[in-house]
Nanobody
């Protein structure tokens, strides 16, 4: 079993920054992929970014490229999402996910955190 706990969400003005954290515990292996997804009210959950735990390779949704950065700290079993130049359309609940077969698709992930709210005011 894997447990994921997100933190770092909050209210920020447009143009501001936030850093989300996802602390993983349990049987996390180096083969896992870790993903960040978000879901705005009335919308489907969408892919934001993902990282391979083993080599740190990353990929992003086009909508966040250049503004968001995903990273990991192996010693702390924690994945981060640094979000800069935030826009009101970034407002959503942000979820962390983990799975050996993780990808851009939410269905590829078995383990999910409870989510953290990010609200960007205009």
């Amino acid at each position: 079993q894997v447990q994921l706990v997100e933190s770092g969400g909050g209210l920020v003005q447009a143009g501001g920054s936030l850093r989300l954290s996802c602390a993983a515990s349990g049987r996390i292996f180096s083969t896992y992929k870790m993903g960040w997804f978000r879901q705005a009210p009335g919308k489907e959950r969408e892919f934001v970014a993902a990282i391979n735990w083993s080599d740190g390779s990353t990929y992003y949704a086009d909508s966040v490229k250049g503004g968001f950065t995903i990273s990991r700290d192996n010693a702390k079993n924690t994945v981060y999402l640094q979000m800069n130049s935030l826009k009101p359309e970034d407002t959503a609940v942000y979820y962390c996910a983990a799975d050996p077969g993780g990808s851009r698709w939410s269905t590829a992930y078995t383990y999910w955190g409870q989510g953290t709210q990010v609200t960007v005011s205009s």
